[in-house]
């Protein structure tokens, strides 16, 4: 009997091996059943005396399936999640070669979660996001996020690691893979009730989380129950997590950037804003699983599984800032100490009469991401030939900030300040007269009230999909996949009121503040990020932020709404493939082509009518930012994708495989749909861009596997992917109504416009993949992986994500009773994205995480994790032509440390 070893099938065994590394353990297996194809019958069969527990054989069993599987893949098992120092998927995945992840997905700097994933030096809009083989809605709690740097990444904020049965990261495509990563896809599995192994599980874990900057407990819970009859035909699964965690990062920032100055005659750059950064944060994460399976008859399975996620993120940020420009401006004089690279590295200012520092507190209650999918399956083995599958399914995720509660006041004049720059590894020290441990000084005519209001995020999908496989009965092809795919995708953000000062209060009158009660920066703030700054200073509660703007601030939702942060991209996706499975002697793998369509309706503002536009409303009055217009973009494109994996078995143990593919990503929606501003005076502006193409990836990889142990593996690989139409920033000319003109003229006159925008360009990845993993004893093992990245645009401009070195080392112990694993992780430094007009890039950084497990008897288990142990700095540095390289900002996250009591019955 022909063995296909597909993906698909290989997906199924994984499915059942996980189930039987979490649950075998407590009872004899019962047989395992399916009616999915003749293939996976034997493989059922194989799995039934199949026991896996703990590190060593789930690590095992991982490499079996990667070994099975037809393409390049990398997987995790749930033994190796709950055995990891991990809290979200991503945590998990970043030990893997080929992947990186990042805490950040905007410009609001590091957190100390990991919060993205990309593949093989790509940015994570590059990287598909499945789960259980569709996508999944998303959302994003940080208000740039939501508005300004709008990606197709997901956040694995999310995604807790308890919801995880299997990982399996696909480096190479297949056309049975939805479409959408260009750098390869994360497909995230989920348990399913058939798969158990005993008719009634239940779980529980209950702990706590200690963080040490802000330096408090909160409590952690998950819980898992599932159910099955004996006949093993219908099953209920229902599991659910709580987990609230304090988080506290401290930081400094040069918001800004760098300014020229005249110094001797000379011009010189200095930084215009150095801020002393407190971030706190309140995040509780909650959710859960439900799951209906039934098997009517023999050969039909149905399935009913919903998700749901919620990360409530109240936070506040305080940044109190050296104001140098307003200072310089105001009469202040520069004095440079020192000059290196034209940058004033070390200097002071003195007189004048504006402000010398500013200062900003921005609370946001109510601050959240939510994401939830409903899917129903059904799986249908017509024939020992023929299986067909369908999936109807609905997913939505959101990203809110009903409220930014904000003040930004100015410091004294003439107040004297002065910094002193120390490279890119250190903070820059910087100091600023008058008084910083009290409001008193405080100039709110020198400030402002801002701050973005009733922002709700909306990213949701409609799809339904079938697929097919037909086995055959010779010696070379196995068997034929296909199916269709259709799917309507909406993601956008319908209203915003961007509030201000309300002039008919008395707001930049100091006594109409509050005085008496406030708080302070803590006590370690300069020791925990090893640098000298003004201090204590001083902060309003959130509490009396709300009653500052309640009482002073503008929110007309007319006169004050924001149309420059909304937009709408609407998508309507078809997909359709055709995949033949092979294998012959030493030889196995499958080619395949993927046909994609794609239409999309762009919706986004402009102050002026923009000429491409498909249909224009306009122009629209009433919002003290202007008037402005509602462009509509429609158009639409089409796609073959072919892909092929090839597979040799040299020996039993030792593999070669080849693969080329071409693989599609759609642009980000804020470049898609981002807001133009064009100036009819100068006719110049900046925005988004409806017109880019989707980036179509030329992908090639090889690789050499020796599995020279059950837990051991050598191997590597090369890779290649050019990047045709990646997004990247430039000028455009574009045709837009100049009001002026049109006015004198007397009817609509469109001219040229110079337009800063994304803009179509190509690029290109080469690398290299080097993974050992070595058992040691019966008890003992470690695992080393290396990845080369080298990544550029068209010009020799970095690639966003590109990492040129990246590396993990981990090693761990085992036996019955206790487990331990030390895991660090490294990447170089990357090209991270544009902040305002800086373009800046994240420095290297390591981690280290430490995982303890005690087993107390056959139903009671101890572990504790400690993440970012070598509580490492997150560091950032602005790079320019005319300045090199200069410090942008600084983090300390701190440690994080995870206690929890397992209970199994």
Same mark, same amino acid.
């Given at each position: 009997m022909n063995n296909r070893k597909t993906l698909l099938a290989a997906s199924i065994v994984a499915s059942l091996c996980v189930s039987s590394a979490l649950y075998a353990q407590d009872a004899a297996q019962g047989s395992a059943t399916t009616t999915q194809s003749r293939a996976d019958k034997a493989k059922a069969k194989e799995l039934a005396t199949v026991t896996v527990v703990g590190i060593r054989n789930s690590e095992a069993e991982s490499l079996a399936l990667k070994k099975d599987a037809a393409s390049h893949v990398e997987v995790v098992t749930a033994e190796d999640i709950g055995k990891l120092p991990a809290k979200n998927v991503a945590d998990t995945l970043q030990r893997l070669p080929g992947v990186n992840i990042s805490s950040s997905s905007a410009s609001e700097g590091g957190f100390d979660e990991s919060d993205r994933v990309s593949l093989r030096g790509t940015a994570p809009s590059l990287?598909?996001?499945?789960?259980?083989?569709?996508?999944?809605?998303?959302?994003?709690?940080?208000?740039?996020?939501?508005?300004?740097?709008?990606?197709?990444?997901?956040?694995?904020?999310?995604?807790?690691?308890?919801?995880?049965?299997?990982?399996?990261?696909?480096?190479?495509?297949?056309?049975?893979?939805?479409?959408?990563?260009?750098?390869?896809?994360?497909?995230?599995?989920?348990?399913?009730?058939?798969?158990?192994?005993?008719?009634?599980?239940?779980?529980?874990?209950?702990?706590?989380?200690?963080?040490?900057?802000?330096?408090?407990?909160?409590?952690?819970?998950?819980?898992?129950?599932?159910?099955?009859?004996?006949?093993n035909t219908v099953g209920v699964l229902v599991q659910g997590f709580y987990e609230k965690r304090s988080l506290q990062r401290n930081g400094q920032e040069v918001v800004g950037g760098y300014l020229p100055a005249t110094v001797g005659g000379n011009t010189v750059y200095y930084p215009n804003e150095i801020g002393a950064v407190l971030f706190t944060q309140q995040r509780e994460r909650k959710g859960g699983v439900i799951d209906f399976q039934v098997r009517p008859t023999d050969n039909l399975t149905l399935d009913l599984s919903g998700f749901y996620s919620k990360l409530k993120a109240d936070n506040y940020n305080r940044n109190y800032m050296m104001w140098a420009s307003s200072a310089l401006a105001s009469g202040g004089v520069l004095t440079a100490n020192s000059i290196n690279n034209n940058v004033v590295t070390s200097g002071s200012i003195a007189g004048g009469t504006g402000a010398y520092g500013v200062y900003d507190q921005i609370s946001r209650p109510g601050a959240s991401s939510e994401s939830k999918y409903l899917t129903l399956d059904a799986n249908w083995g017509v024939t020992d030939h023929l299986n067909l599958k369908g999936q109807l399914g609905t997913t939505r995720g959101t990203g809110s900030s009903p409220t930014q509660d904000v003040i930004e006041l100015?410091?004294?004049?003439?107040?004297?300040?002065?910094?002193?720059?120390?490279?890119?590894?250190?903070?820059?020290?910087?100091?600023?007269?008058?008084?910083?441990?009290?409001?008193?000084?405080?100039?709110?005519?020198?400030?402002?009230?801002?701050?973005?209001?009733?922002?709700?995020?909306?990213?949701?999908?409609?799809?339904?999909?079938?697929?097919?496989?037909?086995?055959?009965?010779?010696?070379?092809?196995?068997?034929?996949?296909?199916?269709?795919?259709?799917?309507?995708?909406?993601?956008?953000?319908?209203?915003?009121?961007?509030?201000?000062?309300?002039?008919?209060?008395?707001?930049?009158?100091?006594?109409?503040?509050?005085?008496?009660t406030y708080s302070r920066y803590p006590g370690g703030f300069n020791g925990s990020l090893g640098g000298s700054f003004p201090g204590p200073i001083w902060f309003w509660t959130p509490a009396?932020?709300?009653?500052?703007?309640?009482?002073?601030?503008?929110?007309?939702?007319?006169?004050?709404?924001?149309?420059?942060?909304?937009?709408?991209?609407?998508e309507k996706d078809s997909a359709a493939y055709l995949q033949l499975n092979f294998e012959s002697g030493i030889a196995s793998g499958n080619i395949g082509v993927r046909y994609v369509k794609t239409k999309e309706d762009i919706g986004y503002s402009s102050t002026a009518s923009d000429a491409a536009a498909s249909s224009v409303t306009g122009p629209i009055t009433g919002s003290a930012f202007g008037d402005y217009y509602w462009n509509t973009y429609r158009h639409s494109y089409d796609k073959f994708l072919p892909?092929?994996?090839?597979?040799?078995?040299?020996?039993?143990?030792?593999?070669?495989?080849?693969? @080329? !593919? +071409? =693989?599609?990503?759609?642009?980000?929606? &804020?470049?898609?749909?981002? /807001? $133009?501003?064009?100036?009819?005076?100068?006719?110049?502006?900046?925005?988004?861009?409806?017109?880019?193409?989707?980036?179509?990836?030329?992908?090639?990889?090889?690789?050499?596997?020796?599995?020279?142990?059950?837990?051991?593996?050598?191997?590597?690989?090369?890779?290649?992917?050019?990047?045709?139409?990646?997004?990247?920033?430039?000028?455009?000319?574009?045709?837009?109504?100049?009001?002026? @003109? !049109? +006015? =004198?003229?007397?009817?609509?006159?469109? &001219?040229?416009?110079?337009? /800063? $925008?994304?803009?179509?360009?190509?690029?290109?990845?080469?690398?290299?993949?080097?993974?050992?993993?070595?058992?040691?004893?019966?008890?003992?093992?470690?695992?080393?992986?290396?990845?080369?990245?080298?990544?550029?645009?068209?010009?020799?401009?970095?690639?966003?994500?590109?990492?040129?070195?990246?590396?993990?080392?981990?090693?761990?112990?085992?036996?019955?009773?206790?487990?331990?694993?030390? !895991?660090? =992780?490294?990447?170089?430094?990357?090209?991270?994205?544009?902040?305002?007009?800086?373009?800046?890039?994240?420095?290297?950084?390591?981690?280290?995480?430490?995982?303890?497990?005690?087993?107390?008897?056959?139903?009671?288990?101890?572990?504790?994790?400690?993440?970012?142990?070598?509580?490492?700095?997150?560091?950032?540095?602005?790079?320019?032509?005319?300045?090199?390289?200069?410090?942008?900002?600084?983090?300390?996250?701190?440690?994080?440390?995870?206690?929890?009591?397992?209970?199994?019955?």
């Open positions: 990287t598909q996001t499945l789960v259980n083989g569709h996508t999944v809605g998303t959302g994003d709690w940080f208000v740039l996020s939501q508005v300004q740097t709008v990606g197709r990444s997901v956040s694995y904020t999310l995604l807790p690691s308890e919801i995880v049965s299997q990982v399996v990261v696909h480096k190479t495509s297949e056309a049975s893979i939805v479409e959408g990563g260009s750098a390869g896809s994360v497909d995230i599995i989920t348990r399913k009730p058939l798969e158990f192994a005993k008719p009634v599980t239940a779980e529980a874990s209950i702990g706590g989380v200690y963080s040490d900057l802000p330096g408090d407990t909160k409590p952690q819970f998950s819980g898992l129950f599932n159910w099955k009859n004996d006949a100015g410091t004294a004049g003439g107040a004297g300040a002065s910094w002193d720059m120390r490279g890119l590894g250190k903070p820059i020290n910087w100091t600023l007269g008058g008084d910083n441990s009290s409001p008193s000084g405080i100039l709110p005519s020198a400030g402002w009230i801002f701050g973005g209001q009733g922002i709700k995020v909306k990213d949701k999908e409609d799809w339904a999909q079938f697929d097919g496989e037909l086995s055959f009965d010779n010696d070379a092809f196995t068997s034929l996949q296909f199916g269709g795919r259709y799917a309507k995708h909406t993601r956008e953000n319908p209203f915003e009121v961007a509030q201000g000062p309300n002039w008919a209060s008395d707001w930049q009158n100091p006594a109409a503040y509050p005085t008496g009396q932020l709300a009653r500052i703007d309640g009482k002073f601030a503008n929110r007309d939702p007319v006169a004050r709404f924001y149309f420059n942060d909304i937009y709408k991209v609407e892909s092929a994996n090839l597979k040799f078995a040299v020996r039993d143990d030792l593999l070669l495989r080849f693969a @080329a !593919s +071409q =693989t599609m990503t759609r642009p980000d929606y &804020s470049a898609l749909a981002g /807001s $133009v501003s064009a100036a009819d005076l100068t006719h110049t502006g900046s925005g988004g861009n409806p017109q880019l193409k989707p980036l179509i990836a030329s992908n090639f990889d090889a690789a050499v596997e020796w599995y020279f142990a059950p837990r051991g593996l050598l191997s590597a690989g090369v890779y290649a992917m050019n990047l045709k139409d990646y997004v990247n920033f430039g000028n455009e000319t574009r045709s837009f109504k100049d009001m002026p @003109a !049109s +006015q =004198t003229a007397g009817h609509d006159v469109f &001219s040229n416009y110079l337009i /800063s $925008v994304p803009t179509n360009v190509n690029g290109q990845v080469r690398g290299v993949e080097l993974n050992y993993i070595q058992p040691i004893g019966d008890n003992f093992g470690v695992q080393a992986n290396y990845t080369y990245a080298d990544g550029h645009a068209t010009g020799d401009k970095p690639l966003q994500g590109t990492s040129k070195n990246t590396y993990n080392v981990s090693g761990y112990f085992e036996n019955k009773q206790f487990n331990a694993r030390v !895991s660090y =992780t490294y990447r170089s430094a990357f090209y991270a994205g544009v902040s305002r007009t800086d373009t800046y890039f994240q420095q290297g950084i390591g981690n280290l995480a430490v995982s303890l497990g005690y087993q107390l008897n056959d139903h009671i288990s101890l572990s504790l994790d400690a993440m970012n142990l070598n509580n490492p700095k997150l560091k950032y540095y602005t790079q320019n032509a005319t300045y090199g390289k200069q410090p942008y900002a600084f983090y300390d996250n701190g440690r994080q440390y995870y206690l929890n009591l397992r209970f199994k019955l």
